[in-house]
Structures are given as C-alpha cells and as structure tokens.
C-alpha cells in the first residue's frame, strides 16, 4: 500500500505544478500578438492532447502485460489508464473547439488533424467502454479489452496519416496554428504546463486505480463474510 | 507451414460450403449494396458533380461488408462449434485466417455485382479505384473478422460491432476514396497497402486471445 | 497422473461456478462427476478441457489438446453439414492418419454409416449426440472428456454408448459427468460429488 501513503504527497506536488503552470501561462508567457489571451488555451490544449496519447499508450503497455503474463490486475491498470485518456481525450476536443471558436470563429473545423484524430480515437475508446460494458467480468473480458487497447495505440498512427491523407481531397484549406515560432518563456510555460498535466493524469490514475481496488477488496469482503 | 495453409484452406472452404448450402448472406449482401446504391442516388442533391458518388460508394462497401460480417460466426455459435476449432491442435490464428478469406470471398463477389452497378449509375471506375477495392477488402476482412469475433461473446453483438469496427475503418475509406479521385492515386493505395499490413498482422497474433480464456 | 487438481475455483463476475475442487486421475483411470444440476459439473469439465481458465487453485492436465477428445451439452458439429464432411474437417484439423478408414469405421460403430451423406439438421438428437461421440474419438484421444453423454441417447444409442466406454476405460484415462450414475458406476475408479 506504499502507493496510498505516497499518494498525498503526488498529490500536492500535482496541484503546486498546476498552480506553477497557471502562472506561467497567464502571467509569465507573453501573449500572442494576432490572437491574445485566446492564445493561451494552447499551452492547455495540445499537452492535454500529449498526455491524452500517453495515457492511451499506458493502457496498451498493460494490456500486452495482461495478455503476457495472465495476471489480473493489469486488467485494471490498463483500463483505468484507457479512461483516464478518454477523458483527457474528451478535454482536448473540447479545449479544441473552445481554441477554434477564439481563433476563427467557428466551434468546429476539420483542418486541424490533431483535432479530427481526436475525434476518432474518442469514437474508438467509447466502443471500448461498450464493449467492456456489454461483457460479463472475468478473463475473457479482460482479455477483449485489452486486444482492443492495443488496436487503438496501432489506430493513432495509422489515423493521423489517414487524416493527413484525407487533407488533399477534403479540406484544402488550411489554418495555420501558430505564426511565430515559440520564445524561450513560452517554451518553458508550455513544458510547466505539460509536466503539470502529466503529473495531475498520473496522481487521477492512481487515485482511480486504488478506488477501483478498494472497491473490489470490498466486494471480495463481503462475499466472504456472506458465504461464511 | 504448409499443414498451416491446409488448415486454413480445410476452415475457408468449410465456410463457403456452408453459405453456398445455406445461402442467406451473400443474397442479402447484394440486395443491400444495390438497394443503398438506390438510395444514394435519390441522396445526393441535383447538381452535384460525381466525386461525392465515390465516396457514398465506399460508405455502401464499408456497410454491406458489416452486414456479412455480422453474420461471419453465427455458424460457429451454433452448436458451439467454436469450441471444437479451439481445442483442435491446429494454430488458433489459422481459425481467423479461414474466415476471412472466406468473408473476403464473400465481399468480392457482392463487388462483382455493386461496381458495375455503380459505375452504371453514377460514374466511371479507374484502375487505382478497383486496386484500392481490392486492397481495403482484404483490411475489412481481417480487421473484421477478429473485430465480429470480439463482439459474438458480447451480449449486444448486433449493436456493438458496427460501433467496434467504424473507427477502424475510417483510414480505409480514406484511402480507398483517395484512390478513386485523387490525381496521386498510388500514394493511396501504398497506404492501404501499410494498413493491411499492420492490422492483418495485430489481428493473426491476437486472434488466440479472442478465443480462449 | 494425468490429471491433477488442488482447490481450484471458478467465478464468472460474482458468481462462484467451483469452489475448492480437489482430485487425481490416474492415467488409465476413470472419474465420475456426479451433483445436481447448476453445481458446476459443465465447468469442471471445460476447465480440464482447457477451454476456461480456473480462477484459483492449480489444474494440471497432462496431455496437449491432440490427444484430448471432448463431448460438451453441445455437439461441437455443423449442422449444415454432412456428418462425412465434419469428421473430413476435424480429422484434418487433428491431422488423424488414415483420415477416411478411421471416420468410416466410427459411423459404423455408432450406426451413422448409412446416414453419413445426410446433412447433420436433419438428425434426430439422438444421431448428433452420437455423431459428437464420433467426433471427439477420430483422433483416438487419450484423455475422453465427456459431459452427460447420455441425454438424448435412445435406447439403442445407449447401448452403444455402454460398450464404447466399457472399452475406454480399459485403455483410455475418462472423465465422465453425469447425475445418473448407475450406468457408470462399475467403470469409476474415482468419484468426484459436486454440491
């Protein structure tokens, strides 16, 4: 249980990193010269996005773990790892369309192919939770799920060149994101905020993932306690 | 290896036998690709040029091969039959590879019929669009075929292969209507080549997991 | 021994389908699982087979799926097939030597011969219950792992059955679920009740 009592601890350091990077971002960082405070939503947007793929990638690792060695709990792990990149997922379309409404006025535009990747990688990992959903407990739904973890770390890939692909016959317009190339404070403000956001998704998973743990023991408990 | 390939040959040629005897799928796949062709001619506004029809045409393709997808394993479920294949000593990826090329075949010859029918319809086929047919049949076919196996254990199988095999799919509609319009064809089909690639290979190696516990 | 099983337990989710089952089976040996039914002796079974994985305890069978013969609730056939046809698969799939003489000599012995080219949706439950007996001896198994194999066997089909396992037990290691022991009885060597 040393990951409980370390817990708090991961926990705070998360929050001062948040606290670090909101500073950064709203006082430190300069603003953009075309686009203003509307700008600041990339240091949000795109490490969310960063941390969305990392999670999805966690989820995958366990999920090869599970299918290697057959043991149970990285059934949890990985699925745990999955939803926390669902919703930070979740987050990066919705900072996404907030961005794009300050930016160009419009809550939705295709020629962002981060975006649109997004939005498929969220339609993949929903049907994820459907399928978990729709399966009883036990090793062969954990199993299913984590073949089908894997399947969306190959699909992230492959998507964004599809999406890429799909650029040339769809939407030849295109916005540029960013006109000048990031300063050194800007730079910095972005890499406060990614560690931020890695550390607040690394302390949610873990506060998860023992919730989830607990929850099971407490169930185990009570059977125990019932059948005896 | 070459038991490996009787295998596969021994479980394909079981499953055309069976649809050939039973005859529901294929049937119905054709209905249903002509009869959405239809649909999508009444669909599309007047005025509009042919480039929207090749893309209507792979969202028919795309949703006539879930159709025969849906139906891939109901043999299987019958009598449990899965069971026996799985305790057979034969490779269990050689149970996956059986089905889809059988659904493989089952997909061309709907095509056989629904290109023609397109190209009647709506406007005419080039060599890269018939090229990218044939490479993005053989990525639904081994994607779906482990995909529809995934959902046969589930409770809601009906519902939930469609939602399991969309997002999949989505890189093959690109690249398929990429072949069929885009000047730079070939690069389009290099990339489905890519997916078959590296979806049939995730697929053969994890078809094992799908069927035992 | 072939078979050995020490506290192995089996949940679906919630639900407990096996708790604490311990036994051996010498090869050569018989054993008889016997209990009402929903006591998990179809789980049992499906765990020696391999088909599921015990959630506790250790089972450990000691012949590869190539010398396993199992008979389940289900006849593991295809019914839009002939009975010729579905021995033809499964004896190539168990790479059976003498694939032919071997399938026609077991739809003689369980009186299929003459139904051989009939599709399997045409027989009665009695024929496919011995096709499915057919099916799990083609490739002369040494573990015969069968759950209740009596339902829907005639009288005649019975008969055959009673010889059949007379026969096996001599020279195979079985497995045999039922909740009518008595056919059974005389050839256990090792009784196992489920509650």
């Known amino acids: ?228 | 290896m070459s038991t490996y390939a009787a295998d596969v040959a021994a479980l394909a040629r079981k499953d055309l036998r069976l649809e050939l005897r039973a005859r529901d799928t294929l049937p119905a796949m054709l209905l249903f690709v002509l009869a959405t062709l239809v649909v999508f001619h009444f669909a599309l506004p007047a005025g509009t040029g042919h480039e929207p029809a090749y893309g209507l045409l792979w969202v028919a393709l795309v949703f006539t091969a879930l159709l025969g997808l849906g139906r891939a394993w109901v043999p299987e479920r019958e009598n449990a039959a899965l069971d026996g294949l799985v305790l057979a000593p034969c490779d269990r990826s050689a149970i996956w590879l059986g089905k889809a090329l059988a659904t493989l075949t089952f997909l061309v010859a709907a095509e056989v019929v629904a290109l023609p029918a397109f190209a009647l319809f709506f406007a005419p086929l080039r060599g890269t669009a018939l090229a990218g047919v044939a490479l993005a049949d053989i990525g639904i076919c081994t994607v779906g075929s482990l995909v529809s196996a995934m959902a046969a254990s589930s409770r809601t199988r009906e519902l939930i292969l469609p939602l399991l095999f969309l997002p999949l799919a989505i890189p093959l509609i690109v690249g398929g209507v990429g072949s069929s319009v885009s000047p730079h064809g070939g690069k389009y089909l290099l990339f489905l080549a890519l997916y078959d690639g590296v979806f049939s290979i995730l697929s053969w190696a994890s078809f094992e997991y799908v069927v035992t516990e | 021994m072939l078979i050995r099983a020490r506290d192995v337990e089996k949940r679906y989710g919630r639900a407990w389908a096996l708790r604490a089952v311990s036994f051996e089976v010498d090869e050569g040996g018989c054993l008889l699982v016997t209990g009402p039914n929903g006591s998990g002796k179809t789980t049992l079974l499906r765990l020696v087979c391999g088909l599921a994985a015990p959630t506790g305890g250790v089972l450990e069978v000691g012949v590869d799926r190539a010398g396993l013969g199992f008979v389940g609730h289900e006849p593991l056939v295809y019914r839009d097939l002939t009975a010729l046809e579905n021995l033809e698969l499964y004896g190539r799939l168990y790479r059976v030597p003498e694939r032919r003489e071997r399938t026609g000599m077991l739809l003689e012995r369980f009186g299929l011969w003459d139904a051989r080219n009939q599709r399997v949706s045409g027989y009665s439950r009695g024929m496919t219950q011995r096709l499915a007996l057919c099916r799990a001896l083609l490739h002369d198994p040494q573990l015969v792992v069968l759950d209740e194999p009596y339902t829907a066997l005639d009288d005649e089909g019975a008969g055959v059955l009673d010889r059949e396992l007379e026969m096996l037990a001599e020279e195979r290691t079985l497995v045999v679920s039922t909740h009518d022991a008595g056919r059974i009885d005389a050839l256990a060597d090792t009784r196992l009740a489920l509650a």
Request: glycine share 6%.
């Open chain 1, 1 to 228: 249980m040393s990951v409980a009592k370390s817990l708090p601890a991961r926990a705070f350091g998360a929050v001062g990193l948040m606290a670090a990077a909101m500073v950064m971002v709203f006082f430190v960082a300069p603003e953009d010269a075309d686009q203003g405070i509307s700008q600041k939503i990339f240091y949000f947007h795109v490490p969310i996005a960063l941390t969305a793929y990392a999670c999805f990638g966690t989820g995958a690792w366990k999920a090869l773990r599970l299918l290697w060695t057959r043991e149970e709990r990285y059934d949890l792990e990985s699925y745990t790892a999955v939803h926390q990149g669902t919703i930070f997922g979740a987050l990066t379309l919705i900072t996404g369309s907030i961005w794009a409404k300050a930016s160009w006025g419009i809550w939705w535009t295709w020629s962002s192919n981060q975006l649109v990747l997004f939005l498929v990688l969220f339609l993949f990992y929903c049907a994820y939770f459907m399928l978990r959903f729709s399966l009883e407990p036990g090793p062969r739904r954990a199993r299913l799920s984590a073949v089908y973890a894997v399947f969306g770390v190959a699909l992230i890939p492959v998507s964004f060149l599809a999406i890429r692909l799909a650029n040339d016959f769809i939407h030849p317009t295109v916005f540029t994101r960013h006109g000048a190339q990031m300063t050194h404070t800007m730079f910095a403000a972005f890499c406060v905020s990614w560690a931020a956001l890695l550390a607040l998704a690394h302390v949610m998973y873990r506060i998860e993932l023992l919730g989830k743990r607990i929850d099971a023991n407490l169930r185990d408990l009570r059977e125990a306690l019932t059948a005896a």
